[in-house]
């Protein structure tokens, strides 16, 4: 029974991919990398565009997450690899890899990203399933009414672990996360960090996060 419940998953599995691979080749592949993007209300502009047959390169890439401005990217080039659809680009001598695999799993990968708004990613090594798993390191984050020299985040899985630092101030705690399967930039978080007598409240989603300072 069980091997019959695999095969059916294989052959399925095999088909959507198949399926997949035959309408990413012969379809406009900036139209389907569009679509895939509006699904998750971001939006997609660039100067010009290279098509190949398993890739499509972007100049002058602009990005936003609704109406705000994402970054803006020297190049971007979205192309088919064996079992994944990788994402990959560059701005400002730093760069960035986001693997998409059909299971959704997507890992994402990248150091000195100094074209992203309100912060400059140092490092990021993350991977996302059915909750995040990794580390996030940014610098001159802006957050709403609050700036932060540094911010590094420690994922696993539904909780997180974290330190800040802010006008000679560090701040140590963890949070949760209510991790959103459908659309993981809408995952809720709720985190306590403390230092100095103070405490530093996260809250929000991962695409709009909001910080609050008492004592």
Not at 38 to 50: D, F, H, P, Q, T
């Amino acid at each position: 029974m069980k091997s019959k419940i695999k095969q059916v998953l294989f052959v399925s599995s095999f088909f959507f991919f198949f399926s997949f691979f035959l309408l990413f080749i012969t379809l406009p592949k900036f139209l389907i990398l569009d679509q895939i993007l509006l699904k998750n209300s971001i939006y997609l502009m660039a100067e010009g565009a290279e098509e190949g047959m398993f890739s499509l390169r972007l100049r002058k890439a602009q990005i936003y997450i609704r109406d705000f401005k994402l970054g803006e990217f020297e190049s971007l080039e979205w192309s088919f690899k064996a079992f994944y659809f990788l994402l990959s680009g560059q701005c400002a001598g730093g760069s960035f890899q986001i693997k998409l695999y059909p299971n959704r799993t997507v890992e994402v990968n990248g150091k000195n990203l100094r074209c992203i708004k309100k912060a400059h990613i140092k490092s990021i090594d993350l991977s996302v399933a059915k909750g995040i798993r990794g580390n996030l390191e940014l610098t001159n984050l802006k957050v709403k009414d609050f700036s932060l020299d540094e911010l590094s985040l420690n994922f696993k899985g539904n909780v997180f672990s974290g330190k800040a630092k802010t006008a000679g101030l560090t701040f140590i705690g963890d949070g949760v996360i209510s991790f959103n399967e459908k659309k993981p930039l809408k995952s809720s978080i709720n985190g306590k960090l403390v230092g100095s007598g103070m405490t530093m409240l996260i809250s929000g989603t991962l695409e709009n996060p909001s910080l609050e300072f008492g004592r």
